[in-house]
């Protein structure tokens, strides 16, 4: 593992703590989702407000993919060199 590699990998696990320790959270209400923002996980937006798991899934599976993406990258053009 490079140098390159490392520092992305830094990156992408700041990146998800992050997301996890501020999820998105919404409200329902009658049958229908109110967004509710960001928040610290322990202090939620309002009283009724959860964490939206399926936004915050897709978050971290696109963050996972792109930093898996870049780490192939960078491993194969040291490769090359």
Known sequence: MNEK?????????FLIIGMLL???????????????????????PRGGAIV????????????SAVGGIAFIIRHDETQTK
């Open 22 to 44: 501020f999820p998105p959270f919404h409200t329902v209400w009658k049958g229908s989702e109110i967004p509710e923002g960001y928040s610290f996980i322990f202090y939620p």
């Open 52 to 63: 939206d798991k399926e936004m915050l899934l897709i978050q971290l599976l696109v963050v």
């Open 5 to 13: 590699q490392k520092k992305i990998l830094k990156i992408v696990a």
